[in-house]
């Protein structure tokens, strides 16, 4: 069983930056991503890192702006979020997956934290 707990969110003006964590209570999972959510949408991968070889993948919409980076001997997932937007507002969550496969499918994650809310304005 693997826990993960998100921190970091909060309120930001538009050009804003914040740095979401998310960490771990063991730090075995081969993938690990971020994913958010607003109401009325999908989850929707952002991206993720293989944690083994520190290869990093992202979504076309956040790619530029984020980064994803892991700190293995703080079991600890981070998101750097820049030049944020208000379309960027919206839960977001940390997800680990035991095996690889592919990273921007919810389903692919066995393990979910609770979420962190991150409300971008204009």
């Known amino acids: 069983q693997v826990r993960l707990l998100e921190s970091g969110g909060g309120s930001v003006q538009a050009g804003g930056s914040l740095r979401l964590s998310c960490a771990a209570s063991?730090?075995?999972?081969?993938?690990m991503a971020w994913f958010r959510q607003s109401p009325g949408t999908e989850r929707e991968g952002l991206g993720a890192?293989?944690?083994?070889?520190?290869?990093?993948f992202y979504a076309d919409s956040v790619k530029g702006r984020f980064t994803i980076s892991q700190d293995n001997a703080d079991h600890t997932l981070n998101l750097q979020m820049n030049n944020l937007k208000p379309e960027d507002t919206a839960m977001y969550y940390c997800?680990?997956?035991?095996?690889?496969?592919?990273?921007?499918?919810?389903?692919?994650?066995?393990?979910w934290g609770q979420g962190t809310q991150v409300t971008v304005s204009s």
């Open positions: 063991v730090y075995t999972c081969e993938l």
């Open positions: 997800a680990a997956a035991q095996k690889v496969s592919a990273w921007f499918r919810p389903d692919t994650y066995h393990y």
């Open positions: 890192i293989l944690t083994e070889y520190g290869n990093t």
